[in-house]
C-alpha cells in the first residue's frame, strides 16, 4: 500500500479483474466525509457479463470485506483442491493414445 506525504496508508490503483468469461471487477476502498464523522467502506463493482446483462455493487464495512475475503479464500481452496484430485485420477496417458 503506497503511503501519504504524512505517512498515512493511501491505497493503491489497481486495475480491473477480468474474469475468464470477460466479467470486470473492480474492487476499491471509499471515504466519504458527512456533516458527522467520517466512515469509509470497501466497494465491490461486479461490471457487465460479455452479454451485456449489468452487473452489481457493493459497499462493504472492512468486517464484511473481511468475511467476503475469508469465504472466498475458503472456496478458492476447496476448487483447487479438486481439480488436483481430479487431475490425480486421470489414467497417465490421457491423451486416448496408446502408450508407446
Given at each position: 500500500?503506497?503511503k501519504?506525504?504524512s505517512?498515512?496508508?493511501?491505497p493503491?490503483a489497481?486495475?480491473q479483474?477480468?474474469?475468464?468469461?470477460?466479467?470486470p471487477?473492480?474492487?476499491?476502498?471509499?471515504?466519504l466525509v458527512?456533516?458527522?464523522?467520517?466512515?469509509?467502506?470497501?466497494?465491490?463493482?461486479l461490471?457487465p457479463?460479455?452479454?451485456g446483462?449489468?452487473?452489481?455493487?457493493?459497499?462493504?464495512?472492512s468486517?464484511e470485506?473481511?468475511?467476503?475475503a475469508r469465504r472466498?479464500l475458503?472456496?478458492?481452496?476447496?476448487?483447487e483442491?479438486d481439480?488436483?484430485?481430479?487431475?490425480?485420477?486421470?489414467?497417465?496417458?490421457?491423451?486416448?493414445?496408446?502408450?508407446?
Open positions: 500500500m503506497a501519504s506525504e505517512g498515512a496508508p493511501q493503491a489497481e486495475a479483474l477480468v474474469t475468464s468469461c470477460g466479467r471487477i473492480a474492487v476499491k476502498y471509499l471515504r458527512t456533516t458527522g464523522q467520517p466512515f469509509s467502506r470497501v466497494t465491490l463493482d461490471g457479463d460479455c452479454g446483462v449489468p452487473g452489481a455493487w457493493a459497499a462493504l464495512t468486517h470485506a473481511r468475511e467476503l472466498l475458503a472456496q478458492a481452496f476447496l476448487a483442491r481439480m488436483r484430485e481430479a487431475a490425480d485420477a486421470l489414467p497417465p496417458t490421457s491423451s486416448g493414445l496408446p502408450p508407446a
